[in-house]
Every structure is written in C-alpha cells, then in structure tokens.
C-alpha cells in the first residue's frame, strides 16, 4: 500500500517554470515505477511522463517533451515533475500515480497505475 500527496502546483504565467512534488508513503516506493498525468476539464487523462523504479528509463508524452524533465529521489520518497517553458494548453491537475507490478515496462495508461494521488492544479496564463 502507498499513499500519494503532490504538491507544488499554482497560477504561472506562460513561458515560466514550475515543479511539482509527489511524496509517497510506504517502504517500497523505491519498488515502483512512477508517473505523472494531467487532467483539463472536459478531457481524457493525459499521460505526461514516467519514471522506472530507479531512475534509469524515463519516458514523456510527445506534448511535453523537451520541455518537462521528470526525476525521483528514493531516499526522499518523492518523486518530481519540472516543467519548463509552460504554455497555457498545460493548465491541468496534475496527478502522480504508482505501478506496482513487477517486471513492466513504464505504461501510458492510467489503468496500469494502481495508487493515485489526489492532484494538484497547475494554472498557466497568456
């Protein structure tokens, strides 16, 4: 069982940067491959990016590559989503999300992800 808590998120203007945090509980954090996905109103969750459980794969939605970095920190039981060079289409709550399962690859899909936090907003102005 791991609890999940982003933080981080705020109003920002477009052009700036701003990271958001995901901490998680639990003593097998460093076990799971991670993600970050994005909800706007009225549309689908995104998948923004993925982490393997330490750090060696990482993998972006085409929408952010270039632009967002994500990164993790084991001791700190955290995981991180920098995102730099904010355009207004990325204003979202954005969610981090644990997979459990063993032996998989980092998956796009919300469904692959078992432990979901409760979101943050990001809001980004013109």
């Known amino acids: 069982q791991v609890q999940l808590v982003e933080s981080g998120g705020g109003l920002v203007q477009a052009g700036d940067s701003l990271r958001v945090s995901c901490a998680a509980s639990?003593?097998?954090?460093?076990?799971?491959?991670m993600g970050w996905f994005r909800q706007a109103p009225g549309k689908e969750r995104e998948f923004v990016a993925g982490?393997?459980?330490?750090?060696?794969?990482?993998y972006y939605g085409d929408s952010v590559k270039g632009r967002f970095t994500i990164s993790r920190d084991n001791v700190k039981n955290t995981v991180y989503l920098q995102m730099n060079n904010l355009k207004p289409e990325d204003a979202a709550v954005y969610y981090c999300?644990?997979?459990?399962?063993?032996?998989?690859?980092?998956?796009?899909?919300?469904?692959?992800?078992?432990?979901w936090g409760q979101g943050t907003q990001v809001t980004v102005s013109s």
């Open positions: 639990g003593r097998t954090f460093s076990a799971y491959t």
């Open positions: 999300a644990a997979d459990s399962r063993q032996g998989v690859d980092i998956t796009t899909a919300p469904r692959g992800y078992g432990y």
């Open positions: 982490i393997n459980f330490n750090g060696g794969r990482k």
